[in-house]
């Protein structure tokens, strides 16, 4: 390839990519606006709106409920994603394809479809605005996501040497613990990344099972943007962004450590 | 040591029969190979003794003990397997210290056991080293470490070498030949390399098509196979086909047209006039420019010199094609016409294979 093609390439490839990424970003400087409206470019730099953050205890407790919802969730979702990604590996031919089929749906129906269902099913329980109706929904939308990364590690996983530790005495859940875990533990800590990440960033499902009592973070952004268009939604928004580049930055650092000595198997 | 028995053990895998009906015991101390090509029934037969298969009919018993409904982790089995096995996330102390750790042995019994196993296949000092960082033949060794420390009954091997160098094999064959003769545990070992079954074992089983074939030493099997997959699959042979024409005591006589003569040899049992048999010449039995019966005509086509022998590529009046060896000291072959003989006790008349029916009525007389 033409060097001048190639450059051009390149620039037209990364503005792609800084049309896709920037937009996210602009709410970082709009955050440290001195200004009482969201304005862009900040008319002086201020941390007032940090402030402003960290002293409503409304905000603080939609940052509580959202960790809460967000750590329930991903615990459940873990649990269940990767139980049900091993008992699909065991699986073969048509009922594993429908299965899976099954585990992803959520990905596939609308959420608003999915957020409605819900909210009629959990009114009569009793759980809507409560913090495990949330966690509850949230599961959902997160199962996909571990049965898909814990599943592709299970893949990488070489079955003789499942056979060479039972072979060596252990039982099934010493099997599990000492052999099976660790070497998926790459999928374990991306489903688990995904999860935290969907449940913090959820919001129609939320709002459908929010009620009064129980605001994730998203839900009372949401509400606060159409009321007043204060720079603390900006604040709150950055919140998010930090936790996605941190979460991702961890699996890149650990997934990957921890993928090699796998990969050298096959 | 203990003995291991298998009586009438059977697995299909839907409608491949992978394990006929087989019989077998191993005394105990014993190294046995499994030989024979893919799909020939060992690894299934291994892995019904490790059990992580089960069989559908049959009982394996290990020394008194009835082992064929235990699960793999009660039997108490070493297996060093094709690829190893080892865990990639432990080192390889704690790869060896697994089978030890499951056992609940304290500490200081694991170092101590470890150590020592460690020292037994040459690897002491290596305990904090990672998997990865270890070359395949020290991969190898740590398998068989991690194998012989929980002090097994059993030790099954499959085919463990296939991984390694030509070079490397070798040395590793006779390495676990000599730990066999110290440890002395009865040892089955699955592999299709027919020097390997030689160097290393006691009896060897010749399988093919879920069943053994013939089961004897490595002599046994190479001077009287019992039929000709056997002396197919185990050392170079010249197999001419023909037909049977007389039996009679310790002799069978085989008809050949296409060479225009009958082949006089000592008759392998199962033998039948007017069947189909074969004659087995292996190359070091053929003389070369011999003069006294049987002598046949042939032409001497390709001559390789491999030291202290001379490999000889011969050419029959039917234009097929058989090899002879001879030491190099005995005067060097020419190419061009010559003429072949050889001794009639060196020649083996055999049933070609063995095939279903005849086994399954010799199966049902002795049941």
Same mark, same amino acid.
């Given at each position: &390839?033409?060097? @001048?093609?190639?450059?051009?390439?390149?620039?037209?490839?990364?503005?792609?990519?800084?049309?896709?990424?920037?937009? /996210?970003?602009?709410?970082?400087?709009?955050?440290?606006?001195? @200004?009482?409206?969201?304005?862009?470019?900040?008319?002086?730099?201020?941390?007032?709106?940090?402030?402003?953050?960290?002293?409503?205890?409304?905000?603080?407790?939609?940052?509580?409920?959202? /960790?809460?919802?967000?750590?329930?969730?991903?615990?459940?979702?873990?649990?269940?994603?990767?139980?049900?990604?091993?008992?699909? @590996?065991?699986?073969?031919?048509?009922?594993?394809?429908?299965?899976?089929?099954?585990?992803?749906?959520?990905?596939?129906?609308?959420?608003?479809?999915?957020?409605?269902?819900?909210?009629?099913?959990?009114?009569?329980?009793?759980?809507?605005?409560?913090?495990?109706?949330? @966690?509850?929904?949230?599961?959902?939308?997160?199962?996909?996501?571990?049965?898909?990364?814990?599943?592709?590690?299970?893949?990488?996983?070489?079955?003789?040497?499942?056979?060479?530790?039972?072979?060596?005495?252990?039982?099934?859940?010493?099997?599990?613990?000492?052999?099976? &875990?660790?070497?998926? /533990?790459?999928?374990?800590?991306?489903?688990?990344?995904?999860?935290?990440?969907?449940?913090?960033?959820?919001?129609?499902?939320?709002?459908?099972?929010?009620?009064? $009592?129980?605001? $994730?973070?998203?839900?009372? &952004?949401?509400?606060?943007? *159409?009321?007043?268009?204060?720079?603390?939604?900006?604040?709150?928004?950055?919140?998010?962004?930090?936790?996605?580049?941190?979460?991702?930055?961890?699996? *890149?650092?650990?997934?990957?450590?921890?993928?090699?000595?796998?990969?050298?198997?096959? | 040591?203990?003995?291991?028995?298998?009586?009438?053990?059977?697995?299909?895998?839907?409608?491949?029969?992978?394990?006929?009906?087989?019989?077998?015991?191993?005394?105990?101390?014993?190294?046995?190979?499994?030989?024979?090509?893919?799909?020939?029934?060992? $690894?299934?037969?291994?892995?019904?003794?490790?059990?992580?298969?089960?069989?559908?009919?049959?009982?394996?018993?290990?020394?008194?003990?009835?082992?064929?409904?235990?699960? %793999?982790?009660?039997?108490?089995?070493?297996?060093?397997?094709?690829?190893?096995?080892?865990?990639?996330?432990?080192?390889?102390?704690?790869?060896?210290?697994?089978?030890?750790?499951?056992?609940?042995?304290?500490?200081?019994?694991?170092?101590?056991?470890?150590?020592?196993? #460690?020292?037994?296949?040459?690897?002491?000092?290596?305990?904090?080293?990672?998997?990865?960082?270890?070359?395949?033949? =020290?991969?190898?060794?740590?398998?068989?470490?991690?194998?012989?420390?929980?002090?097994?009954?059993?030790?099954?091997?499959?085919?463990?070498?296939?991984?390694?160098?030509? =070079?490397?094999?070798?040395?590793?064959?006779?390495?676990?030949?000599?730990?066999? =003769?110290?440890?002395?545990?009865?040892?089955?070992?699955?592999?299709?390399?027919?020097?390997?079954?030689?160097?290393?074992?006691?009896?060897?089983?010749?399988?093919?098509?879920?069943?053994?074939? =013939?089961?004897?030493?490595?002599?046994?099997?190479?001077?009287?196979?019992?039929?000709?997959?056997?002396?197919?699959?185990?050392?170079?042979?010249?197999?001419?086909?023909?037909?049977?024409?007389?039996?009679?005591?310790?002799?069978?006589?085989?008809?050949?047209?296409?060479? +225009?003569?009958?082949?006089?040899?000592?008759?392998?049992?199962?033998?039948?006039? +007017?069947?189909?048999?074969?004659?087995?010449? *292996?190359?070091?039995?053929?003389?070369?420019?011999?003069?006294?019966?049987?002598?046949? %005509?042939?032409?001497?086509?390709?001559?390789?010199?491999?030291?202290?022998?001379?490999?000889?590529? #011969?050419?029959?009046?039917?234009?097929?094609?058989?090899?002879?060896?001879?030491?190099?000291?005995?005067?060097?072959?020419?190419?061009?016409?010559?003429?072949?003989?050889?001794?009639?006790?060196?020649?083996?008349?055999?049933?070609?294979?063995?095939?279903?029916?005849?086994?399954?009525?010799?199966?049902? *007389?002795?049941?």
């Amino acid at each position: &390839m033409p060097k @001048a093609v190639r450059i051009l390439l390149h620039i037209g490839v990364s503005a792609i990519l800084a049309l896709l990424v920037l937009p /996210a970003f602009v709410v970082v400087p709009a955050s440290f606006n001195a @200004a009482s409206f969201i304005r862009l470019p900040p008319a002086a730099f201020s941390m007032r709106w940090y402030g402003g953050f960290f002293q409503d205890p409304e905000w603080l407790s939609s940052l509580a409920t959202s /960790a809460e919802v967000a750590a329930l969730a991903t615990g459940l979702s873990l649990s269940l994603g990767t139980l049900a990604a091993l008992g699909l @590996a065991r699986l073969g031919g048509a009922l594993r394809t429908a299965l899976y089929g099954l585990f992803l749906s959520p990905l596939i129906v609308p959420t608003i479809v999915t957020a409605i269902a819900l909210y009629y099913v959990s009114r009569p329980l009793g759980l809507v605005g409560t913090i495990p109706g949330l @966690a509850l929904g949230h599961t959902l939308l997160c199962l996909p996501f571990v049965l898909v990364n814990v599943g592709v590690s299970l893949h990488s996983l070489d079955p003789a040497l499942l056979r060479a530790a039972e072979g060596l005495g252990a039982g099934p859940w010493r099997v599990f613990r000492t052999v099976t &875990m660790p070497i998926i /533990a790459p999928g374990l800590l991306g489903g688990a990344v995904f999860a935290v990440i969907t449940s913090f960033d959820e919001v129609v499902i939320s709002i459908f099972l929010s009620g009064i $009592t129980a605001k $994730t973070l998203p839900v009372k &952004m949401w509400e606060t943007i *159409r009321v007043e268009f204060t720079p603390v939604v900006a604040v709150a928004a950055t919140f998010l962004i930090l936790l996605t580049l941190t979460l991702f930055a961890l699996l *890149r650092l650990f997934g990957l450590r921890q993928a090699k000595p796998a990969e050298s198997l096959s | 040591m203990r003995p291991v028995a298998f009586r009438a053990v059977e697995k299909s895998f839907g409608a491949v029969r992978a394990l006929r009906p087989t019989t077998l015991d191993i005394a105990g101390g014993e190294f046995l190979t499994l030989l024979g090509p893919s799909g020939s029934g060992k $690894t299934t037969l291994l892995n019904i003794t490790a059990g992580y298969l089960a069989p559908d009919a049959g009982r394996v018993r290990i020394g008194e003990r009835d082992v064929t409904e235990l699960p %793999a982790r009660k039997r108490n089995i070493g297996m060093v397997f094709q690829n190893y096995a080892l865990f990639p996330h432990l080192s390889v102390f704690e790869n060896v210290a697994y089978g030890l750790r499951s056992r609940g042995c304290t500490r200081s019994e694991i170092r101590r056991r470890v150590e020592e196993a #460690l020292a037994t296949v040459q690897l002491a000092g290596f305990g904090g080293r990672a998997i990865r960082q270890l070359s395949g033949g =020290q991969q190898q060794r740590v398998a068989l470490a991690r194998a012989l420390v929980i002090e097994p009954d059993v030790l099954l091997f499959d085919e463990p070498l296939g991984a390694l160098d030509r =070079q490397l094999r070798k040395h590793v064959q006779l390495e676990i030949r000599r730990l066999h =003769q110290r440890l002395g545990r009865t040892t089955i070992y699955v592999t299709h390399d027919q020097e390997e079954a030689l160097v290393m074992s006691d009896r060897i089983a010749v399988m093919r098509e879920g069943r053994v074939e =013939q089961i004897g030493s490595g002599r046994d099997l190479y001077e009287r196979p019992a039929n000709s997959f056997v002396a197919g699959f185990l050392g170079e042979s010249n197999l001419i086909e023909g037909s049977v024409t007389r039996v009679s005591g310790d002799y069978a006589e085989l008809s050949v047209p296409a060479l +225009g003569m009958a082949i006089r040899g000592i008759a392998a049992a199962g033998l039948a006039e +007017g069947e189909p048999g074969a004659a087995l010449l *292996r190359p070091e039995t053929i003389r070369i420019g011999a003069d006294t019966a049987p002598c046949l %005509a042939a032409r001497a086509s390709e001559i390789v010199y491999l030291g202290e022998i001379v490999s000889v590529r #011969l050419v029959l009046a039917d234009e097929r094609e058989i090899w002879c060896r001879r030491l190099s000291n005995l005067g060097e072959v020419r190419p061009g016409p010559t003429t072949l003989g050889w001794p009639a006790e060196e020649v083996r008349i055999l049933p070609i294979h063995s095939n279903e029916e005849t086994r399954e009525v010799r199966h049902d *007389r002795s049941s």
